[in-house]
């Protein structure tokens, strides 16, 4: 499974700038993730950007106050050369559609180069060029949660779908109940899930899929770890293996995992690619698995220093809230990684 972050976005168009015309004057975003790529590359150039609505009805976004020059108030009919880009192009049907919108419209006769960051092949009959290929399967940090891979995927719950409970809410008693009931929701899922693969006990079955319901998650499976006791899960420690096991049994091939190491766990005893929210990289069963390693070796350190940092920073927290006087060191420790 390929994955890419949007910072891996942004470093595919930092590091490919070069092949980007630099007589572009305006870019011009498919909606709605084209927008995010059309974005950064006008940031990064500093000229104006719209979407394909407003520039076929001849309008731009406004500049804003920062890197201002007169070039970003020109008027659009005033363009010379125009982007449109999208994230990516695999059958190329919205890139097709867009380009059919603009030769039926007044700016046909505009000189504009169509361009994609990613694309399951390095040339496409639909662009004149894409920035980096990724074959499939494949899935991007802003649409795997509406992605099909989801009725293929086991997802956590706590850190993925809601957030994770606090020190004081995971009591294991009227705390924990009510956190389980009342959990704030994290992402708007709009894809069907296979299989719910959570840590949480089973004896709190009723109020999570009570939860779920309320918030309009639909599911194929709700798996739960079956002990008597949060105390219990804890001296035998099986989060990651009690996952990992369903997982390799089930024909799954993605695993939504929200915790670092527990994603390496999983990744390690399932055979199977994991993707991390914590780290937004997706975890192999030897390494942390970026398969464009070659081609930015700068960016990869950088991104393992991180991993490295999160993963401990992740225990010392973990350990401190396990102290009697938690919360003071969790404020003390918060304040010395911030500074």
Known sequence: MHYRSVADLNDTIMRNFHRIPRDVDLVVGIPRSGMLAANLISLLANIPMTDLDRFLEGKTLTSGVTKHWNGLETAPEHRRRILVVDDSIDSGGAMRDARARIAASPEANRDIVYG???????????????????????????????????ERSCVDIDGVLCLDPTPKENDDGIAYERFVADATPLFKITRKIGFLVTSRLEKYRGQTEEWLRKNGIDYGQLIMLDLPSAEERRRRAIHGSFKAEFYKRSDCILFVESEQQQAQTIAKLSGKPVLCIETQQMASPDRVSLPYASQNMRTIMRRAKMVREIGVQASLRKLIERHPFGDKMLRSFKTSTEG
């Open 116 to 150: 994609a960051i990613y694309g399951s092949r390095a040339y496409h009959e639909h662009v004149d060029f894409v920035l980096e290929t990724i074959p499939h399967p494949r899935v991007f940090q802003w649409n795997f949660l509406h992605h099909g891979y989801l």
